[in-house]
């Protein structure tokens, strides 16, 4: 039985009292989704009567070296998971406190982008980078890894699970992992050499039709694109300049906003690009481009339901103001974007502080970016490993490009 050291009384209610208001009296925007003071003044009587159930009915005493932390835990986190949005989560001290592994500046990236699944409190990858150490391996979007080195990722905790991933040159690192359409563990070995992100290729495509390929947008897209647009649009000694363009967003998950934005302006004549929307509306940002360059081509943009954040922002843009044609599959519908804010007690919450919206005035979260044309891959084949004649999505482009485009 457990040490009753103390009763729970009204130290247990001010626990709870203490608790709930470090997570959202310090942070004001958390304070901000209970705006009404009847509904708040409800949620603290709630609370209160559990804390009289509890000192008249529970069998058992509070251990104050383990039990106050557990429930403090619990109430910060029925809080956000109470939000009903999967982008907000709260990191525990064990999820949030990186004591395991050290960080070098001679370490090398697995490649893998992630976010904290709240069903296994272990890793989602969200993109695999095109070359790195998890490509390599067959890691794909939507693997949940559960396992590093035999350490399940919910004893390692989530943030030392992420610095856990980077390794030294000549290093590896076994992970085991849950896909979609398997309940079986499935093990793969990374093994860590350095390597250049690509996140722009393109190609020649015949009959003045040029294809480019975003795999995500970091801060060397810009050039990249620019460096693959210029090749096209002047054409080489076997190709003539292509007149039409297919833009390639699929599996582009988890980019930066800022150089997405920044591919855009380029692209893009003077317009909207989107509304950045926060709870503070006179915090609102409208990007919009004001590039003096900027294609005329007939574009098509292709996309499908790994299509995600920043990537759903440019389809939006470019499908909004008449600039292109969107081919594919219904996107992410990933509209949110997050902050990961420290609390006093080596936690922190992330939590949605921002809402994009495209220049038509509609938010995309939670819905995606509806094509224009839907067209899917067989369920057999897998982006990005495919030739382009066997790409049924990217041949329903150029085929659109070559009959129907003006």
């Keep these: 039985m457990k040490n009753k050291t103390v009763r729970i009384g009204t130290v247990f209610f001010l626990v709870i009292a203490a608790a709930v208001?470090?997570?959202?009296?310090?942070?004001?925007?958390?304070?901000?989704?209970?705006?009404?003071?009847?509904?708040?003044?409800?949620?603290?009587?709630?609370?209160?009567?559990v804390e009289r159930i509890v000192v008249d009915n529970y069998i058992d005493s509070i251990?104050?070296?383990?039990?106050?932390?557990?429930?403090?835990?619990?109430?910060?986190?029925?809080?956000?998971?109470?939000?009903?949005?999967?982008?907000?989560?709260?990191?525990?001290?064990?999820?949030?406190v990186v004591n395991r592994y050290s960080s070098t500046n001679t370490q090398i990236e697995s490649g893998i982008r992630s976010s904290y699944d709240k069903s296994t409190?272990?890793?989602?990858?969200?993109?695999?980078?095109?070359?790195?150490?998890?490509?390599?391996?067959?890691?794909?979007?939507?693997?949940?890894?559960?396992?590093?080195?035999?350490?399940s990722v919910t004893e390692l905790g989530y943030k030392n699970a992420v610095a856990g991933l980077a390794r030294e040159p000549g290093e590896s690192c076994e992970i085991e992992l849950l896909r979609a359409d398997s309940s079986d563990l499935i093990t793969y070995t990374l093994y860590y050499e350095a390597y250049t992100i690509n996140t722009v290729s393109y190609s020649f495509l015949g009959d003045g039709v040029g294809y480019i390929y975003i795999s995500e947008f970091d801060n060397s897209t810009l050039s990249a694109f620019r460096d693959a647009y210029s090749t096209l649009s002047a054409g080489d000694e076997n190709n003539p300049a292509v007149s039409k363009l297919i833009i390639d967003v699929r599996n582009n998950a988890a980019g930066d906003f800022d150089s997405m934005i920044e591919v855009a302006d380029f692209i893009m004549p003077a317009t909207t690009i989107c509304t950045r929307r926060e709870r503070d509306s006179s915090k609102n940002t409208l990007y919009t481009s004001t590039s003096d360059e900027y294609t005329e081509m007939d574009i098509v943009i292709l996309q499908n339901y790994y299509t995600s954040g920043a990537s759903e922002v440019f389809s939006a843009a470019m499908q909004d103001n008449g600039l292109a044609v969107v081919i594919g599959e219904t996107s992410a519908g990933a509209g949110l974007a997050q902050r990961e804010i420290p609390l006093s007690n080596n936690t922190a919450i992330v939590l949605s502080v921002y809402e994009y919206i495209r220049p038509s005035g509609e938010s995309f979260n939670g819905v995606g970016v509806t094509p224009n044309y839907q067209?899917?891959?067989?369920?057999?084949e897998q982006f990005p490993d495919l030739d382009h004649s066997q790409d049924n999505q990217l041949q329903y482009a150029l085929t659109y490009l070559l009959n129907e485009a003006e």
């Design 375 to 380: 067209s899917q891959l067989d369920a057999s």
């Design 121 to 151: 409190q272990c890793l989602r990858v969200q993109s695999v980078s095109r070359g790195s150490p998890a490509d390599q391996a067959g890691v794909n979007i939507g693997d949940i890894i559960m396992r590093l080195d035999g350490v």
């Design 21 to 49: 208001l470090a997570a959202v009296g310090t942070y004001y925007y958390v304070s901000g989704i209970v705006n009404d003071i009847g509904n708040s003044q409800q949620m603290y009587l709630n609370l209160s009567n």
């Design 63 to 96: 251990d104050t070296s383990t039990d106050y932390v557990n429930i403090q835990d619990g109430i910060i986190s029925g809080y956000i998971d109470g939000l009903g949005d999967p982008g907000s989560y709260y990191l525990n001290e064990n999820n949030y």
